[in-house]
């Protein structure tokens, strides 16, 4: 046998030692993640629920997955084991990131008065005196010549229409 027939067979078999070895990498590594477990640590099962480690034994974990409520787990079970601040985050929301930048930054009123409010305390005018001003223009306004449209049926048009035309498929439409 030359070498060119064993090429194939000695690739194939090189892939699979690497996958195997990757696996193995990745169940190593979940095995120190799953022993670096304590009580209070928050966790990720396999099934999506978070929870709060209480007690940990050799093969089971005691998990706290509500106030006051436990239950066994394996500790094959469970997915990650997360850090306080990312725990914190997706369970509690709370952000710590979020919480140092809102001292930093402004608070937007819900309503535009507290902005106008500053504005009018450096004018000089009151507030009163502005709020007749507006009303004054909107007087003003409603002076102005508005030609009405009237949307409904000419009756010139209705008359003209007779009975015996909508029988034979004239219709009301022009």
Do not use: C, W
């Not at 193995?24 to 480690?53: E, F, L």
């Amino acid at each position: 046998m030359n070498i060119v027939t064993l090429l194939p067979f000695i690739v194939l078999i090189g892939a699979m030692f690497l996958m195997t070895r990757s696996a193995k990498n990745k169940q190593r590594q979940a095995q120190q993640m799953r022993n670096d477990m304590h009580p209070g640590t928050g966790v990720r099962t396999i099934g999506g629920m978070y929870a709060t480690v209480k007690e940990v034994h050799d093969d089971t974990v005691l998990l706290e997955v509500a106030p006051g409520v436990h239950a066994i787990y394996a500790k094959n079970a469970v997915g990650a084991v997360l850090d306080d601040a990312e725990y914190n985050r997706i369970v509690h929301g709370i952000d710590p990131d979020e919480d140092a930048d809102a001292a930093d930054t402004p608070v937007v009123p819900d309503d535009a008065s507290s902005l106008t409010e500053a504005a009018d305390a450096g004018d000089g005018d009151s507030s009163a005196d502005k709020a007749d001003a507006a009303d004054e223009a909107d007087e003003e306004a409603g002076k102005t010549d508005v030609k009405k449209i009237d949307l409904g049926k000419d009756d010139a048009a209705a008359a003209s229409t007779s009975e015996d035309e909508k029988r034979d498929g004239g219709t009301d439409a022009k």
